[in-house]
């Protein structure tokens, strides 16, 4: 199988029978670890049980942030490292990780104090190698946040961070490496793992997570990056330690609500934690929750009442006449992050207290990688390759990545904006240049109110190996989430455009769009399920 022909027929007849190293996980980290893998030469395979960023990685805060509450806690590190990463995506991916101003207001009695908030923020700017941040005093504050709350604010700090499509920045990740010679498959799930008389990793069992076929693939080395699943691979060596599953959950109302062109940072007057509202893909984000998750991880996680009520609380805290309720939410996002914790009852550790540092342990030639942040994921990457060395062969590459600052631009792409073909460069990479075809056949008018484009639908149904239609609606693009009803209301549109790169009948068309309703409506609808009952 070529490297660069990726498209919706790879399955496990057409990959190789030996590889390198083998990384189980889709999202930002396996992809990461995969790119790293392939830039470096190596013959990578990267599988994923379900879709590709199916989960986390695609229901993020869309955050490329130093994680500015974490100098608190005295991480130092974790901060300084987040923010030489918030800065290098910054230049690496233009047009995908975009700068994006912050505005805390200082409430007094609730959060941070204004010197703590002036001290951290020094920090901040000392480790980006810039100054980034500004006070305002009270009435400046108010002006760039209509109707927000004028009882005890004392003043609002300003400082400079970033935000990415989460999903996209796997998915750049993964085609990239493709496009170098890598391989990598969806709903192909990591069944089994092979050893020698020794012990040492000699072959990965793949499974196709929907017909069931398996293969066996030759291999020395396994990474292990599928997060909440790290352990069904791999249990953790430390004593009395284990995966905590937290989940955070976000609702999305439409833009016009509430104009915002920037991140409001602020917080929650129960607990103090911080939440923040933002502008994003032509909609406004309220998140997050970071609460205990007790369901299965193998379905779909949705909001629960006491979330939708904990950030509908937040929020009617800072803008109290805005009157925005959850009815008017668009969708609702719920991730599930993985944190190392001690199996004792969490040690009474608050979900919100758990560290959000990486860990990685091996296991002669099966290396577990987990935790961390998405700002941080290419660091997670290189601990885990540096952990693999031992069962893996010398690189044949110094290019420790792929990653090509300016994507060439096809000229036939001239009738965009400016503006328009840096997005696209920086979410499709080299790939950009197929979207002339695309452009031709179905225009640049964008989906509805969205910032995505009909021909990047047309391109994700074509390219980007979808198997089902939340593929495509949820990951490729994000119209599932930003679209009223997931986009149901627009169904006959996107079939009309996606059919030509899906090979589906009749009967098929009619079975996704079922399947896609049901799945919208159990687990991204703005109000809680019966199901999802369990936060």
């Not at 914790?341 to 099966?366: F, I, M, P």
């Amino acid at each position: 199988m070529g490297g660069h022909d990726v498209n919706n027929d790879v399955n496990l007849k057409q990959i190789d029978d030996r590889y390198d190293i083998v990384i189980a996980g889709g999202g930002v980290t396996g992809a990461g670890t995969f790119s790293l893998a392939v830039g470096r030469g190596l013959k990578a395979l990267l599988v994923d049980a379900k879709d590709f960023a199916w989960g986390t990685s695609s229901r993020s805060s869309k955050m490329v942030h130093g994680g500015l509450r974490y100098l608190k806690q005295g991480k130092f590190l974790l901060t300084r490292s987040a923010v030489k990463e918030r800065e290098r995506l910054l230049k690496t991916y233009p047009g995908l990780v975009t700068p994006l101003e912050f505005l805390m207001p200082v409430y007094r009695g609730i959060g941070p104090s204004r010197t703590a908030m002036r001290t951290g923020l020094n920090i901040y700017s000392l480790m980006a190698g810039r100054r980034q941040h500004r006070s305002f005093d009270l009435e400046t504050c108010c002006r760039m946040a209509q109707g927000i709350r004028r009882e005890d604010l004392v003043a609002g700090m300003g400082f400079m961070d970033a935000q990415v499509d989460d999903a996209r920045l796997a998915l750049r990740l993964i085609f990239d490496a493709c496009d170098a010679g890598g391989h990598a498959l969806n709903y192909t799930r990591a069944a089994g793992i092979g050893r020698n008389a020794n012990g040492a990793v000699r072959s990965v069992v793949l499974k196709d997570s929907e017909s069931g076929k398996e293969r066996e693939i030759r291999t020395r080395c396994v990474i292990n990056a599928t997060g909440p699943f790290a352990e069904t691979l791999q249990a953790c060596p430390r004593k009395n330690f284990h995966i905590r599953p937290l989940r955070g959950s976000h609702l999305i109302f439409p833009k016009d609500r509430y104009p915002l062109d920037r991140v409001i940072s602020f917080a929650h007057p129960e607990d103090s934690r911080p939440i923040f509202i933002f502008p994003w893909d032509g909609c406004l984000v309220l998140g997050t929750t970071d609460v205990d998750f007790e369901g299965d991880l193998h379905q779909e996680p949705g909001i629960t009442a006491k979330e939708i009520d904990y950030l509908m609380n937040g929020l009617d805290f800072l803008l109290p006449d805005l009157g925005l309720t959850p009815g008017d939410a668009i969708c609702a996002t719920t991730g599930i992050r993985p944190v190392l914790s001690r199996k004792t009852r969490h040690s009474g550790k608050s979900a919100s207290n758990e560290s959000r540092e990486h860990v990685v342990w091996k296991d002669e030639g099966l290396v577990t990688v987990t935790g961390g942040k998405l700002t941080t994921f290419n660091l997670l990457a290189g601990d885990a390759l540096k952990a693999a060395q031992p069962w893996l062969p010398r690189a044949v590459s110094s290019n420790f990545g792929l990653n090509s600052c300016r994507p060439p631009m096809d000229g036939r792409l001239a009738s965009l904006t400016a503006g328009e073909r840096q997005r696209l460069g920086g979410r499709y990479g080299h790939r950009v240049t197929q979207f002339s075809s695309h452009l031709a056949d179905v225009g640049k008018a964008p989906i509805a109110a969205t910032h995505s484009l009909w021909a990047e639908l047309r391109h994700g149904a074509a390219s980007e190996q979808v198997r089902h239609l939340d593929d495509l609606l949820l990951r490729r693009v994000r119209i599932g989430l930003l679209l009223p009803k997931g986009g149901l209301g627009m169904m006959d549109r996107i079939r009309e455009v996606a059919a030509p790169g899906l090979n589906w009948d009749d009967a098929r068309w009619e079975t996704e769009i079922r399947d896609y309703r049901a799945l919208w409506e159990t687990a991204y609808a703005p109000h809680p399920q019966e199901a999802n009952h369990d936060g």
